[in-house]
């Protein structure tokens, strides 16, 4: 059982460039999210997830894109990397209760530098 | 809009000493309340959370956090602190009847553990 799983671990992108995030989670969890930590400002939730077809966005969606296809995999594709883009992205998932994220499991995040 | 108040940015407690990290929530419905804990360079591993019943909760790691809903606060406390404990730890909150994408993380308290 290895729970969330996040690549790469560390990616370098110039400004313009696309990539993408990916994030798995093997708990079949229906609810899976997006967040960015910054220094100073917690974590902010990008996208999310309530199960395989259905997304929507959060605090701060501009400049990322999601889908998802499958219970499993959660991934998360900057359109046109910029500077403001730089942080640390985690991948969360859970079962639902009445609706709402039960008990969120976190990936162990990925570190981006936009130059 | 929910918030939540973490008022410490950076706290230093003695090895061995008790230790009480605050947070404090916006008002609002039946609030569930959760704490994470963020070790240098690792994603966040829940500590505790509090749906319903008793008031005082008991986590991993000896931590406990008590819900106080005349204060709005749900204060993390632990009786004697382990140079292990100096981590990021993070307070969230989310509300009965809130959307899917209601998990609000405050900006987090840096505690540091001094031999």
């Known amino acids: 059982n290895a729970g969330v799983t996040q690549t790469p671990k560390f990616q370098v992108l110039k400004t313009g460039q696309s990539m993408t995030l990916q994030c798995a989670q093997d708990?079949?969890?229906?609810?899976m999210s997006w967040y960015r930590q910054d220094p100073g400002m917690g974590l902010r939730l990008i996208h999310y997830?309530?199960?395989?077809?259905?997304?929507d966005q959060g605090e701060v969606p501009n400049g990322y894109n999601v889908s998802r296809s499958t219970t499993e995999d959660f991934p998360l594709r900057l359109l046109s990397a910029a500077p403001s883009q730089t942080s640390v992205y985690f991948c969360?998932?859970?079962?639902?209760?009445?609706?709402?994220?039960?008990?969120?499991?976190f990936g162990p995040g990925t570190r981006l530098t936009v130059t | 809009a929910q918030s939540v108040t973490q008022p410490d940015i950076h706290i230093t407690v003695s090895e061995g000493a008790s230790l009480e990290l605050r947070c404090n929530y916006s008002?609002?419905?039946?609030?569930?309340l959760f704490w994470y804990v963020q070790s240098p360079g690792q994603g966040l591993q829940l500590l505790l959370k509090?749906?319903?019943?008793?008031?005082l909760v008991q986590g991993i790691k000896g931590f406990e956090a008590e819900f106080k809903r005349s204060q709005s606060s749900f204060n993390l406390r632990k009786p004697s602190v382990h140079w292990s404990d100096a981590a990021e730890y993070f307070c969230?909150?989310?509300?009965?009847?809130?959307?899917?994408?209601?998990?609000?993380f405050g900006k987090g308290t840096h505690l540091i553990i001094q031999p």
């Open positions: 969360a998932s859970s079962f639902l209760w009445t609706g709402l994220p039960y008990e969120q499991y």
């Open positions: 708990m079949n969890h229906e609810y």
């Open positions: 997830s309530v199960g395989a077809g259905i997304t």
């Open positions: 008002y609002g419905a039946t609030p569930y």
């Open positions: 509090y749906f319903s019943g008793d008031t």
């Open positions: 969230a909150v989310m509300y009965s009847g809130g959307g899917a994408d209601g998990l609000t």
